[in-house]
């Protein structure tokens, strides 16, 4: 019973419910339009019935005529003001409201006088009859909700039964009489209300059909658009990857050119290095020699044939074996003397004794090894034996000797006294040539006054610091010394001595070159050398950063090295920093930061700097690897769009074996991976498919560097498919071919459908040639492009050639039978036109034709030709005629049958109809001859019922239903038998219905009681799941934070924190069980008010105060104002004051939910002086128009547009529940994105001051 309740009370969903209305209301009107001209026509036969108990006296001599008369005309000019004003006024010109009024208004006109002439009907007999007839009719033809429904028969009822009572004299005959009507209007407003909600769930089934086919729609339109994006995805990365494969090329071809320019400046290197007057010997990581110049082999004399290895250098050293491990970390090491004669043991020199100084460092590699040894030899074997001979004329000359290095020398005035030989071989004079010459003389010209100004103020300060002077020898040689003079005050004798410092000035020249040449090295190599301190600051880093970071060196230096780190790559950096500190040497990759924000990849290599056995610090190299980085990237992407490309994509090298094969190409043959790759590309094609497709197909590939076509292909399970192939030619840079890159898609659909297209064209070409009907094309001027065999035959014509001949626009006599004209129009309005026309052809044939004009047009919408249908239908008429003049003999038989009677041709079309087949049908006579059986039939049954009448079989209480002009359903007993002429030939058939609609309702009706049960039962289940929900969240929080309170180590603040959320959620449970209390109390009518007095000001500043401070409001910024325009200083009113202070707290509640800026504001007036007026008004998101109807059912919280925050969802419902059942009302103003305003009223009950 419930579930039938529901369907009959089933509600159109918020969306819908305004387009259901206007379809009602529609159909309610088209019925009255039909029903209020039967009813005028009804009133003509009453009048004259009326005329003839005049005429017998009865008018004046029974009232019950007179007031049945009144009734009667009141009826008839009601109506027919009513039928006026409906049929002259347009549909689009009335609102809907001007139109339920009409429909409403003659609803209770019959129904009214229906009552009121049973009421004075002097046939006890007919008094039942009339009601009974008003009541079905109006039940039969409106469609009206229950509620109007009971109130109109309710309004009918009483009006019969306070009339009848007034009327009758025989009391037993008026309970009858009333019981009667009783029973008429149950069951008047049963069947009303069932044909309300039959229509209803009719309307709601094809909403729903409705709505599916435009979500199939939309999502077939989704596909087609993920489709195309896809296929421009692919068609984008593969562009991207050939661009990039291409960029890759190029970065080969300048990295081949890199590595020639490295080639070239080694062999400049490998010359200078000959050129170079030192020695250069280098050494490999293992000490032994692997290249030296000419000057270490003249240095050397001749080295021997074994390899010398580097590190004996402490044997014939042994003080160097400290300074040694130095050279190993990458330190310049200086070896002031070494000779080679280990076996001597005295001091006295040879000739093959051979001193040199040496210079020796290492040049380490990235994980801060030596990778190899340098070693610059220079020759000091003569000064190295000059200074010995000076040692033995030390033992001679004593301390002249000691000192015959240096040039020693006196002056007197200037002039030299006396000089030593190590002064004459300095300057290479002899002694006596020397004797006499001013001191400044030795010195180059533009030197000699500053030399001489230096003496004469050394020697008077008695200044004997070291100048640096350059001197010129006696050969012209110029060379570096230093002087230092000794001033004797007592006399004008000064002492000096001379250094040849020339060597040591080379020297120095060429420390400062290679201290130059390394400096340039180091700025200008595309790797960052850096150094750090303990603390991981920035001591020293290469110019070269500039580029990477875009930081200057003076931004870098001094800060950590941290700051110019990608936050995220810190603690690995940090871990490797940590390691290089403990001497571990591993490699790092990580991200850099631009002074603009950007970032770079690089790869660090650091080693620690190890100074007197403690870590000073660390020295590393950074390598800028973005572009490796990036390149990776691209290729992996790359790969993976390869991968996942829609079309099947593989790589096969020169001899057919694949080397690649994407996901599509996988699928595509049936095979995974492994079972394809490095396999040979026959596997993909069946020998007759190698032979036919693919040997010519590679052939032209070869050839031209890129093919596109046809090629066969077989699945592993053997079955063949053709594919649209595309393959390339793969290149290196030389030219040379290394491979085939293929693209294929599978065709086998499309193969299909060109086959289908080429059977249809065939079919269609027959049925074009064979076709009993002329059909003919034209083109736009008239001109005849096409024509079949019929077309000549109905015409007469020859030929087809005599026939196109004739221009369709142009020929007269096409013209006078006005076909050209029907052309002329259907190019102009470009719609398919049918006419018919006498015909006198070319060749004098007569005839009447048929003829069917449809124009053609392109995807523009722009006319291409014409295609034109002549059909001979001079028998047909002559048959039209002979029909008209049997349906002229059973129109009297059959016009006036309660059946559904119809003739049908052999074409299916309705050659006549009696009234009751139309309006069963909901067609006119008019409009039903122009439809076909396969018009009213159903699709699921119209090709198996037409088949069962083509059969010729009579058919007789076949069930059938048929569809109505309204799209609804009419079930139907259908009777079929056929018509034959004298000579057996088939003319068609007669069709009888039978309307089988109220039995059929009847017999639905107990389905429809149990689908309301089961729908009943369904919406209960889901109203306590929701209930279920709704206190479970509570129940779940109060059960988890007291089980966090059973633990010992929860500290204080916690605990607070647990009791508070409990608290909390014990109130979220109350307030929902508390709601669900109220919603029981109002459904049940057990709601208890305590009325009290109220003062309502007082009221509305507690309201305020209480949410002034709420957080919601605080949190959200939204202005709270209360307003109150009540006039009295102290207005009371009599009213349940917890209830009352409720309905504003949960309107308050709702307004907060959906309020996210503006305001909030209450108030209350006394517009009149029965009831105070109270508002709840926000600026939060309003109410959509269609969801207003339903807010306060407790279906739809609040019915926002957005996400409510209610607890239980019945706040509205309990709020209606609490205004009405204290005698007021309560409303609502709402306008979707501009707020909402709640309005309800409270009856002033015995006010008090």
């Known amino acids: 019973m419930i579930k039938f309740f529901n369907r009959v009370f089933q509600e159109v969903p918020g969306q819908h419910s305004s387009e259901y209305l206007i379809v009602v209301l529609k159909e309610n009107i088209s019925r009255l339009k039909i029903f209020s001209i039967v009813l005028l026509l009804l009133c003509i036969p009453l009048f004259i019935t009326d005329f003839l108990d005049y005429s017998k006296g009865l008018f004046s001599e029974e009232i019950n005529y007179k007031y049945n008369f009144y009734l009667n005309l009141s009826l008839f000019i009601f109506i027919l003001i009513f039928s006026l004003l409906l049929h002259t006024r347009r549909r689009k010109d009335m609102p809907p409201v001007e139109y339920n009024l009409f429909v409403w208004l003659f609803v209770f006109a019959v129904l009214l006088w229906a009552a009121l002439f049973s009421v004075y009907e002097y046939s006890p007999s007919r008094v039942i009859v009339m009601y009974v007839i008003g009541c079905f009719c109006i039940a039969l033809l409106i469609y009206a909700p229950a509620p109007l429904s009971i109130s109109a028969y309710s309004v009918s009822y009483m009006v019969f039964l306070i009339g009848r009572y007034l009327n009758t004299t025989n009391i037993a005959d008026y309970f009858q009489q009333i019981s009667a009507a009783s029973i008429v209007v149950v069951f008047c407003c049963i069947i009303s209300i069932i044909i309300y909600a039959q229509r209803k769930r009719f309307f709601l089934h094809q909403k729903k059909l409705e709505d599916e086919i435009l979500e199939k729609d939309k999502v077939d339109q989704a596909l087609n658009r993920m489709n195309q994006n896809l296929e421009k995805i692919v068609k984008e990365r593969t562009e991207t990857l050939l661009s990039t494969n291409q960029q890759l ?196 010209p533009e030197k000699r006054d500053f030399i001489k100004q230096v003496m004469f103020q050394k020697s008077m300060n008695n200044d004997t610091s070291p100048v640096e002077i350059e001197c010129l020898k006696k050969s012209g040689d110029v060379f570096f010394a230093e002087l230092r003079i000794c001033g004797n005050l007592d006399s004008d004798l000064i002492y000096g001595v001379v250094v040849d410092i020339n060597e040591r000035k080379q020297a120095e020249e060429a420390l400062r070159e290679n201290e130059e040449k390394y400096r340039d090295l180091v700025n200008n190599i595309s790797d960052v050398i850096f150094t750090l301190d303990t603390q991981g600051v920035v001591t020293y880093i290469s110019p070269m950063a500039e580029k990477i970071t875009d930081y200057t060196v003076q931004d870098i230096i001094g800060k950590p090295f941290i700051e110019f780190i990608f936050a995220e790559d810190i603690p690995v950096l940090m871990r490797n920093y940590a390691g290089a500190l403990e001497g571990k040497q591993e490699p790092v990759e ?304 059959v016009n006036f049958s309660t ?120 919406s209960k289940s889901l109203f306590l799941d929701n209930l279920s929900r709704k206190i479970r969240i509570p129940m779940n929080s109060i059960i988890g934070f007291s089980m966090l309170l059973k633990k010992k180590d929860i500290t204080d603040k916690k605990r607070t924190f647990l009791l508070e959320s409990i608290f909390e959620k014990g109130n979220d449970l109350l307030y929902i069980m508390n709601d669900l209390k109220f919603i029981s109390q109002i459904n049940d009518g057990s709601l208890e008010l305590n009325i009290s007095d109220c003062n309502v000001n007082a009221l509305i500043q507690e309201l305020h105060v209480k949410y002034l401070d709420y957080k919601p409001i605080k949190e959200r910024k939204i202005e709270f104002i209360s307003y109150s325009e009540i006039t009295k200083t102290n207005p009371i009113i009599n009213c349940d004051e917890n209830k009352l202070l409720l309905v504003f707290e949960k309107l308050i509640e709702n307004a907060v939910n959906n309020t996210y800026f503006g305001s909030i504001e209450i108030g209350c007036n006394n517009r009149d002086d029965d009831y105070i007026y109270f508002y709840v008004k926000d600026s939060g998101v309003g109410i959509a128009h269609d969801r207003q109807k339903s807010i306060f059912d407790g279906n739809n919280e609040a019915g926002r547009n957005i996400k409510s925050n209610s607890k239980t969802g019945f706040g509205l419902q309990i709020c209606k529940g609490f205004v009405e059942s204290m005698g007021g009302r309560i409303w609502l103003e709402s306008e979707e994105g501009r707020g909402t305003v709640f309005y309800f009223t409270i009856p002033v009950i015995q006010a008090k001051d």
């Not at 170079?276 to 280098?282: D, Q, R, S, V, W």
């Open 590 to 893: 990580f991200r850099v930061l631009f002074k603009n924000g950007g970032i770079k990849y690089v790869r660090n290599t650091s080693r620690a700097v190890v100074q007197d056995g403690r870590v000073t610090g660390i020295i590393g190299i950074l390598s800028d690897i973005t572009d490796r980085v990036m390149a990776e990237h691209n290729l992996r992407f790359f790969e993976i769009g390869l991968k996942q490309a829609l079309d099947g994509i593989a790589i096969a090298d020169m001899d057919g074996i694949l080397r690649f094969a994407n996901n599509s190409w996988l699928e595509m043959h049936g095979y995974n991976h492994d079972e394809m790759v490095g396999r040979h590309l026959r596997i993909c094609h069946t020998e007759e498919q190698l032979i036919k497709d693919v040997n010519p197909f590679n052939e032209k590939v070869l050839m031209i560097g890129k093919y596109n076509g046809v090629v066969g292909h077989v699945k592993k399970d053997g079955t063949n498919f053709p594919t649209q192939m595309s393959s390339t030619l793969l290149k290196d840079d030389r030219g040379n071919p290394l491979g085939l890159l293929g693209v294929a898609r599978d065709i086998s659909d499309q193969k299909r459908i060109e086959e289908n297209l080429r059977l249809n064209e065939k079919k269609f070409r027959n049925l074009f040639e064979n076709a009993d009907s002329g059909i003919l094309i034209i083109d736009l001027n008239g001109n005849i492009i096409e024509a079949n065999e019929s077309l000549i035959r109905i015409l007469g014509s020859p030929s087809l050639e005599q026939t196109k001949k004739i221009n369709i626009l142009t020929f007269q006599n096409l013209i006078d039978a006005g076909i050209s004209q029907k052309l002329q129009e259907a190019i102009a309005t470009q719609q398919e036109i049918i006419s018919e026309h006498e015909y006198i052809s070319k060749w004098n044939k007569k005839c009447n034709l048929r003829v069917k004009i449809k124009p053609i047009s392109d995807d523009e919408g722009n006319i291409e030709y014409i295609h034109a249908i002549v059909y001979d239908v001079t028998s047909n008429i002559e048959k039209e005629k002979l029909l008209y003049k049997m349906q002229t003999e059973l129109d009297g038989i």
């Open 249 to 444: 090329i190029n970065e080969i071809a300048e990295k081949k050119h890199l590595e020639e320019i490295l080639i070239n400046e080694k062999a400049i290197s490998d010359n200078i290095i000959n050129k170079n007057p030192l020695g250069i010997i280098i050494y490999d990581k293992d000490g032994f020699r692997v290249k030296y110049n000419d000057a270490a082999k003249k240095i050397f004399k001749a080295p021997p044939s074994e390899k010398p290895n580097l590190f004996d250098i402490p044997r014939f050293n042994p003080d160097f074996a400290a300074s040694f491990d130095d050279i190993k970390i990458g330190k310049i090491v200086v070896v002031p003397e070494i000779y080679y004669n280990p076996g001597k043991v005295d001091s006295s020199l040879a000739d093959e004794d051979v001193f040199v100084k040496f210079i020796i460092f290492s040049i380490l590699n990235t994980s801060g090894k030596p990778e190899f040894f340098v070693q610059i030899a220079e020759d000091i074997t003569e000064k190295k034996k000059s200074e010995l001979e000076l040692k033995k004329s030390e033992d001679r000359y004593r301390l002249l000797v000691e000192s015959i290095t240096d040039g020693i020398y006196s002056t007197l005035n200037g002039h030299f006294t006396t000089v030593n030989s190590a002064m004459l071989r300095m300057f290479e004079y002899k002694e006596e040539e020397m004797i006499g010459i001013p001191a400044w003389n030795l010195a180059i």
């Open 899 to 1018: 059946q559904g009677i119809a003739m049908v041709n052999e074409q299916n079309k309705f050659i006549y109809t009696n009234a009751s087949f139309c309006s069963m049908l909901g067609f006119s006579e008019i409009e039903i001859k122009a439809l076909s059986l396969y018009d009213i039939c159903f699709a699921e049954d119209a090709e198996k019922f037409i088949s069962l009448i083509c059969s010729h079989a009579t058919i007789s209480g076949k069930e059938m239903s048929f569809r109505k002009k309204d799209e609804l359903t009419l079930p139907s007993y259908v009777t079929i038998f056929h018509l034959y002429d004298k000579f057996k030939k088939y003319n068609g058939y007669v069709l009888l219905l039978k309307d089988q609609t109220e039995k059929n309702n009847f017999i639905h009706e107990i389905e429809k009681i149990k689908n309301n049960m089961e729908i009943l039962e369904k």
